[in-house]
C-alpha cells in the first residue's frame, strides 16, 4: 500500500470513530418515549388567552393566573401542575399564565422569559404557559381581581365554571386551595 493510501484510510477510520452514534458505540440510543415534552412559553394577549380556552371546546379548561414575585402562587404551582396526573388529558387542558410583565418602559414580556422560564422548567410545566403581554396592574382591572393568585374553570362548552380567588378571603381558613379546584373539576367531569 503506498504512504497516501494509508493516509486517506486513517483518515476514514478516525472519521468513522468520531461520528459513530451513541448506539453504535454501545450506549443506549435516546428513543423518543425517552424523550421528555418540552417547557414552552408563548406571549399572548388576553384575548389570545380566550382563544386559546376556545381551541379546547369539549374539555375542562383549568387556566392558573400567577407571578414568579407572589409567593402564594409560587407555593400553589406544583399542586396545580399535578392535576395533570391526577386527570386524564384527553378532558381537562392545564393553561398556566404567568403576569411578571408590570409594563415598565424598556421591560418588555421578553425581559422577564428567562426567569419564568426557569421556574417553569423547574415546575416540569409541559402543558400550556402563556405570558401576557398586558402589564398586571392592567390586567388585573380588566378582569376586575385585587390580586394573583387566581384559578379559572372553564366547563367543556367554554363558559367560566367557577374563579377561584381570595379577594373575599378575610382569614387563611377563607382562602381557596387547589383542593377546591379539583373537587369543581370532578363535579365537571360528572365524577
Not at 125 to 151: G, H, R, V
Not at 172 to 189: C, G
Request: glycine residues 4%; positive net charge; proline residues 5%.
Amino acid at each position: 500500500m503506498k504512504p497516501h493510501h494509508r493516509t486517506v484510510c486513517l483518515s476514514a477510520v478516525l472519521f468513522a470513530l468520531l461520528t459513530t452514534t451513541p448506539a453504535m458505540a454501545g450506549k443506549p440510543a435516546t428513543s423518543r418515549k425517552n424523550l421528555k415534552p418540552a417547557v414552552k412559553l408563548e406571549v399572548r394577549s388576553w384575548k389570545g388567552l380566550e382563544k386559546l380556552v376556545a381551541t379546547h371546546k369539549g374539555k375542562v379548561v383549568v387556566v392558573d393566573i400567577w407571578t414568579t414575585t407572589c409567593g402564594a402562587c409560587i407555593e400553589e404551582f406544583p399542586k396545580f401542575a399535578a392535576l395533570r396526573k391526577q386527570f386524564p388529558s384527553e378532558k381537562v387542558v392545564l393553561i398556566s399564565v404567568n403576569c411578571d410583565y408590570d409594563g415598565i418602559e424598556g421591560k418588555p414580556p421578553s425581559f422577564y422569559r428567562a426567569d419564568v422560564m426557569k421556574f417553569l422548567r423547574e415546575q416540569h410545566a409541559t402543558f400550556e404557559n402563556i405570558m401576557l403581554d398586558i402589564a398586571l396592574i392592567d390586567f388585573l382591572d380588566l378582569i376586575d381581581l385585587s390580586s394573583s393568585p387566581a384559578i379559572l374553570v372553564y366547563r367543556p362548552d367554554g363558559k367560566l365554571a367557577k374563579r377561584f380567588d381570595n379577594d373575599d378571603a378575610e382569614k387563611i381558613a377563607d382562602e381557596y386551595s387547589v383542593d377546591d379546584v379539583k373537587q369543581k373539576i370532578a363535579e365537571l367531569l360528572g365524577k
